[in-house]
């Protein structure tokens, strides 16, 4: 019996349309996988607002969960080498690398000469079901994957395929972060994942800052020592600063309550936001290093589903109950305040 794929298609601006088709059989290396659960990262709400570029008509969604329902062969491996089953419950990274090009052999394969993107793929071009808000998603072989344990709940194994997964990779960025003094400015979900990435990391203390105090109380249910709302004080000194909200006077921020030998991970700045307000000089004498991260690599994304053993249920309670794939326009069109992350059964 053929298998039907429902999928959300975006057609440009705010205008979508609901499409099936017959499930692909998936080529050498390639799974077909139901998705369970996706959820709405950020970067999906700014691409239907104009804020972000990506092909259309194409199928969004980057963030899931979901059980392989057929492979092209006995090939295909998870992050930790382990062999993919049909049946198998797993997450999967946002970027599909070649692993041969010098960029990938380099470690960055995030950034492939030959990238293609979950979510952001033309449906009339060589991947049509990269997007997870879909009842099935084709992964690639360059896809990585990653078993999910049976007692993580899907509302919390969903965004560690980017939120998550992006923190540990900030963090991983940061160098030695045990025993040390963190800082998080932005407590969206990538900020909260950041603080449970460094906690789990071994940071001596870790500070969340965000103006909306509405935040701060998942912000210490989830690895925060302490939370403040910027200009209540200065914040810090920090070792370690994690700056995941992108506003520009949070990047000078995090910047100056950074400590002599201070290491300072910018992967909020996503969208162009003008430039920031810095003193070469003090990076200079007080030995500061300041590295950028857009996206990961497929170790930080097993090290991720690692974390949620530990803090899986506070993850899922960001989480707000799936709607259908009908539904889910309105939900890109104008998120609900709330929780930080809606969510979508393309099921249903
Ligand atoms: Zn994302
Ligand atoms: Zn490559």
């Not at 492939?112 to 690639?140: A, F, I, M």
């Not at 249920?313 to 809606?342: C, I, K, S, T, Y």
């Amino acid at each position: 019996m053929t298998t039907s794929v429902r999928s959300l298609v975006w057609l440009g601006a705010d205008r979508f349309e609901l499409r099936t088709v017959d499930a692909p059989t998936p080529g050498a290396g390639e799974l077909l996988v139901e998705v369970h659960l996706a959820t709405v990262c950020s970067s999906d709400l700014h691409t239907v607002t104009g804020r972000r570029l990506g092909p259309h008509p194409s199928v969004l969604g980057h963030e899931a969960v979901g059980r392989v329902v057929a492979t092209g062969d006995d090939e295909r491996r998870t992050v930790d080498g382990r062999p993919v089953r049909v049946g198998d419950r797993i997450v999967w990274g946002v970027t599909d690398s070649c692993g041969t090009c010098d960029r990938c052999r380099r470690g960055l394969s995030a950034k492939c000469r030959r990238l293609r993107k979950v979510g952001h793929e033309p449906s009339d071009g060589s991947w049509p079901l990269s997007g997870d808000y879909s009842t099935h998603v084709v992964l690639p072989p360059g896809v990585a994957v990653v078993h999910v344990p049976d007692e993580v709940a899907d509302a919390a194994a969903a965004p560690a395929a980017c939120a998550l997964a992006t923190a540990v990779g900030a963090v991983d960025a940061l160098g030695e972060v045990a025993g040390r003094r963190a800082g998080v400015w932005g407590l969206g979900l990538l900020g909260l994942s950041a603080c449970v990435a460094l906690r789990a990391a071994g940071a001596a203390t870790v500070t969340g800052l965000d103006p909306e105090t509405g935040r701060h109380p998942a912000a210490l249910r989830l690895g925060a020592d302490a939370v403040a709302a910027p200009g209540e004080g200065l914040p810090g000194p920090f070792d370690v600063v994690v700056e995941a909200s992108g506003v520009p006077a949070a990047v000078s921020a995090a910047v100056e309550a950074l400590d002599v030998g201070g290491h300072l991970a910018l992967v909020g700045s996503v969208a162009p936001a003008g430039n920031v307000d810095v003193d070469p000089e003090r990076l200079v004498r007080r030995l500061h290093t300041v590295v950028g991260v857009h996206n990961y690599e497929p170790h930080h994304l097993l090290a991720a589903v690692g974390l949620l053993r530990g803090s899986g249920d506070q993850l899922a309670e960001l989480v707000a109950p799936p709607v259908g794939l009908g539904d889910l326009p309105e939900v890109l069109r104008a998120p609900a305040e709330g929780h930080l992350r809606r969510s979508v059964d393309p099921r249903r």
